[in-house]
């Protein structure tokens, strides 16, 4: 699989290139600029793009912004953005293409190697990964407002693991249920949420987005 | 009786005028805000009075002048209104020629506004309301700004601007010849020519008013020089009228010249020259001395300049105090969370691979364990430094400013909120931090006290203010003072000059209102 990686700090550059190179990744360009890193994107049309969201040359959001431009020139252009902090004002703009293959992650779910590389092939695959945190937050504020009070509760549960990334059998496991149960619930989901049948990715997508959007 | 009048229709001008002037703008329309455009110009009124009264009282006058002056004060009220100090002070330099005129023997009496003089008494009392007359003409002349007033200003701020750097000991000893000559003058045994006091009495007052002064020229050295600036103008008038007036005017003697044995015109001379050497003296030393009193009494606007710059800088110290003090409590939070957080984990995770390093060769599966650990360990430190950086300068505002970090707010509030930002510009960094944790405050409030289904946040900036409105639909009965929340963003605040306000009636709804002073820099692209 082919990655790129755009990320400013030597030691967090190597150190990534050193991690996935192990796990068996082609690490086709890894930069430390944000017009390096949309050139890189752009010309190497990597299967990922693993993306610092602050990148110089301002050191602000540049890497989203350029990880954003590529996904305009490419669409659906799968990437994993990275950072010290998780925003939803970031992950919505992330998610606004409704094209997929998006992941938004804190910096330190890298050190554990298995489910980082999971949500890389995740992304890759066009699926959606939001950082745990960015979830957290989701399930606080629902407790109290609309659209997802339609859902149960054993819905809304299913839905936060969804929009972490996870596969409907990595759900199963983590609710100890049947992962048939599993489809049921995301059916029920999609019904509830007015998402029309196609696609079940996109569906997932959009399903997630209208979580991050309520 | 026909002066009676006279004066209470002046004296009901100046109230009414001084009132209205007084209570500023918008002017009242009506009756009321007529009257009030014409203003000055209705002294006109008892000038013209006083002018027809003193004309010889002739009764066809009194109407047809008083006719002229209201026609005057209806159809052109500006004219009017200039007129009025030319008028004051010429029935002034007219009541000095009728005394003179009087006293000369020219006519036998003299009816001049509250005097009426016959058979060579009352002069006295006529200069002393030409005297009155003659200020208050003055004080209209510079008040109103009219033709003439611009010379007498100048020359004014001229002779005040002169003397700074305080009161020497020389200008405060003046007050010794000045008490000595009003004792001459107003001293035991003279009074102005009654023969009050004598003997030892007179002694007595003698010494103490003397003992007074010099306690007074150690005391106060400025208080001295301006009692002696004073008595040195009065009394160097006193000198010249003596020679207009003899011996109308009452005193025995002035300074060198004997008035009472030998009242020749040689010296009469003599106390002219004196009265001048005073006066130059006193015109010498009263700017000086209103110097040491006033900040600038030249210029009115210059000493409102000054109050007003004393209250910013007030303000200025009470805020930057808040200001350290805020930093310096905010700085120990730093360092105590880096302390109790971070560091602690740091010294944690190097103590649990330490232990690793030693178990690495005997015990694999425990050092692994410890690894772990210091993996989990590493992950919290992250996380308290990330809790600790959002407080102290969110990520959302460094990247993208304010109306993005607080769409960002919005986002993670658990209430229906709606976002209304017109910035046309970006916000100062320091400035947007403080708005933006005072809506922060305001919206955390909201959450957890008011009860509230939806909060309605308003972003704007115009005429160089930058104003957030937070208003929320819930229970109200917020009190500000109450909590210490809202009272330290208010002092944030207070360091840009912003202020914040809160009206939360029972029942709701609440609405905090935070406005700051600031200029928009141009704007960042909010979005790709």
């Known amino acids: 699989m082919r990655v790129v990686i755009g990320e400013d700090l030597f030691l967090l550059r190597e150190g990534l290139v050193r991690l996935l190179s192990a796990h068996g990744f082609e690490v ?167 998402l029309a049948l196609s696609d079940d990715d996109n569906r997932r997508v959009l399903a997630v987005l209208a979580y991050l959007d309520s | 009786m026909l002066f009676a009048v006279v004066l209470l229709l002046t004296i009901g001008c100046i109230a009414f005028v001084l009132a209205q002037e007084a209570r500023g703008v918008p002017r009242p329309g009506g009756l009321r805000g007529r009257i009030r455009d014409r203003g000055w110009g209705l002294l006109l009124l008892p000038v013209a009075m006083a002018a027809a009264v003193m004309a010889g009282g002739a009764h066809g006058l009194i109407p047809a002048e008083l006719g002229i002056a209201v026609l005057a004060i209806v159809f ?51 200069l002393a309301e030409a005297g009155v007359l003659f200020v208050v003409g003055l004080w209209l002349l510079v008040r109103l700004d009219v033709p003439g007033a611009g010379p007498v200003r100048t020359l004014a701020a001229r002779w005040l601007d002169r003397g700074r750097g305080g009161i020497s000991a020389v200008q405060g000893l003046l007050l010794i010849p000045v008490v000595g000559l009003a004792m001459q003058l107003l001293g035991p045994g003279n009074w102005f020519g009654w023969q009050a006091v004598d003997g030892l009495d007179a002694a007595l007052i003698d010494l103490t008013v003397t003992t007074a002064a010099l306690v007074l020229i150690f005391r106060s050295r400025a208080w001295a020089a301006t009692l002696a600036a004073a008595g040195l103008l009065v009394l160097g008038v006193y000198g010249w009228l003596i020679v207009a007036f003899w011996p109308a005017l009452p005193g025995f003697a002035y300074g060198f010249t004997d008035l009472h044995n030998d009242p020749g015109s040689a010296h009469l001379w003599g106390a002219a020259l004196q009265g001048s050497v005073l006066l130059a003296a006193g015109l010498w030393l009263a700017p000086r001395v209103m110097r040491q009193h006033l900040a600038d009494p030249a210029d009115l606007e210059l000493a409102a300049r000054a109050r007003q710059l004393t209250q910013r800088v007030q303000t200025l110290t009470q805020t930057r105090h808040d200001a350290v003090d805020t930093a310096s409590a905010e700085l120990r939070r730093i360092e105590r969370d880096l302390h109790d957080g971070a560091q602690a984990r740091l010294v944690a995770l190097g103590m649990s691979l330490r232990a690793a390093e030693r178990l690495f060769a005997t015990n694999p599966e425990a050092a692994l364990a410890l690894v772990s650990e210091a993996r989990e360990t590493s992950s919290r430190a992250l996380s308290d430094l990330r809790d600790l950086v959002r407080g102290i300068y969110p990520p959302v505002l460094a990247d993208r400013g304010l109306a993005d970090a607080v769409r960002a707010l919005v986002l993670d509030t658990p209430l229906h909120t709606e976002l209304d930002v017109d910035l046309p510009g970006e916000v100062q960094t320091p400035v947007g931090a403080a708005v933006y944790f005072a809506v922060a405050e305001a919206l955390a409030n909201a959450v957890a006290h008011s009860g509230a289904r939806t909060v309605r946040i308003h972003l704007s900036h115009a005429a160089g203010l930058l104003r957030a409105q937070i208003t929320d639909d819930g229970s109200g009965g917020a009190d500000p003072a109450q909590g210490t929340g809202l009272a330290g963003v208010e002092r944030r605040l207070a360091t840009f000059d912003g202020i914040l306000a809160v009206n939360s009636p029972p029942g709701g709804p609440t609405i905090v209102v935070i406005e700051v002073p600031c200029a928009l820099s141009s704007a960042k692209t909010s979005s790709c």
């Open chain 2, 76 to 126: 052109v009220p500006k004219l009017a209104a200039k007129l009025v100090p030319y008028g004051v002070l010429g029935l002034a330099v007219f009541g000095v020629m009728l005394a003179k005129m009087y006293h000369d023997g020219f006519t036998s009496q003299v009816q001049y506004l509250f005097v009426h003089a016959v058979s060579r008494g009352g002069a006295e009392l006529v």
């Open chain 1, 28 to 194: 086709v360009a890894a930069v430390g600029t944000a017009p390096e890193l949309l050139a890189a994107l752009v010309d190497e049309h990597p299967d990922v793009g693993i993306v610092d969201v602050r990148l110089p040359p301002t050191h602000t959001d540049d890497g989203l912004r350029a990880a954003l431009k590529a996904r305009q020139r490419i669409p659906g252009l799968p990437v994993l953005v990275l950072s010290q902090y998780v925003e939803r004002l970031y992950a919505r703009e992330l998610l606004a293409d409704q094209a997929g293959g998006v992941g938004y992650l804190l910096k330190d779910r890298v050190f554990n190697d298995d489910q980082f590389t999971g949500a890389i092939r995740t992304v890759a695959t066009g699926g959606t990964v939001l950082d745990p945190e960015v979830i957290g937050k989701l399930l606080e504020r629902h407790s109290r407002t609309e659209p997802l009070t339609r859902l149960t509760a054993r819905e809304r549960e299913v839905l936060a693991l969804m929009a972490e990334g996870r596969s409907n059998a990595a759900i199963a496991q983590r609710l100890f249920i049947t992962e048939k149960a599993i489809s049921k619930h995301a059916a029920g989901i999609f019904d509830k949420l007015g």
